[in-house]
């Protein structure tokens, strides 16, 4: 029985090194042809790898081209990052455990919705803030009333209070410009070293934890000082007055129309395995039904996140400097949590808001339901970095009590509705296993080299785009990505 075990871990083992090492997918004996094969013979294929809005757009613009085009997707539902829960709640509430906000910037997005006759409502401001156990109004706060317990902040304000402390390198950028050697430097530098250099206490940089670094999902530490500056050189930094949007109905909305105008071309649960390219084209291993099954294509669009491209095989492999960028590119930690009240005490009188900007490890708090109808309704907490990490390491039923207690700090009859909870975090998914992308220090130039075509193979996903964290980025990567297949394949 023994011998029978370690004969048959020898041979998958032994077969997995083989099937590493092989150079041609003829080499590739003991898999099945894929189905889609014998479905058709057709060469000019372009597979499109990953259902996200990244792979979902670049796929749907190729098809309206008139491309032959087919999209594989891991898992059985469209949208990947975009994940709006309805199940687990009464009353059809829904929660976006996924993408939430369309900022008034989002025009890919926006136009998308337009076009598929979605409609955007814009979301509530911050109207709370409960740090240091102190009970605040944002009006307070704006209105100098209030005053943070943070040593080193300025009154009037919430966000952007690290500005004061690096005034200098922002007036750098506006008198050298961004691509000076001075500026492009800065990359080296940390949030945090940054903070410090420019005089800022520790309380700062412990806010920035809790603002800005809350959004990208990271610690001060690990963040480049470079894109700090710049977006507050270039005045488009989050602030407590961004104007934020949400599909009314649920986000999914957006990637299920994309998904229904693909109908059969895409082949849900169907995971990429392996990649092998050259000169004439592109075979590409998924498991299908349990086994491992090749396709081929002309062409193929990677429009899975980083993580994941680390774990897929790729033979003769990406250039140097793309694998380096695919090992690297750096990600942050980062938890949903939605939890349902019989009753939306939040809007009661002696409430502290609505929305509250806490430092707890549930962070942001706020009414998910807004544009639902009642009694019911969903606090939701997005949370990250070192918070979401920790959170992370438990299981849901400590999670959610962490979340209850939590809760009921802030709204001290908040107990007393507690109906139903649920979490997702995403660095625990195993078709994510991260947040989003963010600028990790020394990481300039990584986005370019991560979009940079090799090949027949093209590159997608929020991580390749401008507007990286984003649905509006996920969706600029695919349709940058369609648009260099066209340039270079005609139909
Ligand atoms: C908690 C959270 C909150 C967010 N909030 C916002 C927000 O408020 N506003 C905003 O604009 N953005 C937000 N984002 C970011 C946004 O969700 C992403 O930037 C965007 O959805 C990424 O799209 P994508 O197509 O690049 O990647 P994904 O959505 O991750 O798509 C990749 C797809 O590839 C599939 N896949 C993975 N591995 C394989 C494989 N081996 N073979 C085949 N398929 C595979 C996955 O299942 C997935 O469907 C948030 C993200 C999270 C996680």
Redesign the pocket.
Known sequence: MESATNQSRLTRRSFLKKAGAITSVAAISPFTISSFLTRSSDDRRIIV?????????CAYELDQAGYNVIL????S???????TYRDPFADHLYA????????ST?TY?RDYCKKFNLKVLPAKQYDGVYVRGKYLTMKGLKSGMDSLPFEGTRSGQLFGQEVHYIQKWIDLVKQKGEHSPEVQALDKMSVEEMLKKGGAPKDIIDLYTYTNATES?SVPSKMSALYMVLANARTSAFSEDTV?G?IFGG?DQL?KTFAKKLGTKINYN????RLVFDNNGVTAT?TENGKLTTIKGINCVL???AT?LR??KINPGFSAEKTNCIQKQQYGH???IAMQYRRRFWDEKNSIGQRVFTDTPLRRIYHFSIDQPGPRGILLS?T?GEDARKLGRLPEKNRMKIAQNTCTSIWPEAQQYWENGVT?Y?NE????K????LAGIGQKGFREILAKREGPVFF??????V?????????E??LRASEELKRAVKV
């Open positions: 790898i990953g259902g996200g809005l990244a792979g979902l757009s594989l997707e891991a898992r539902r469209p949208g990947g990052r975009v994940r976006e455990m996924g993408a939430e906000y369309v900022d989002d997005v999902t934020e949400r986000n990637p169907r995971p990429l395995q998924i429009a899975v996140p994941i774990n897929i980062v938890m949903k997005f990250s997702k995403w998914d195993p078709w994510v991260a947040s989003y992308s997608a996903g929020e991580h390749t785009a507007n990286r964290a984003s649905m509006n980025g996920a969706i990567s695919g």
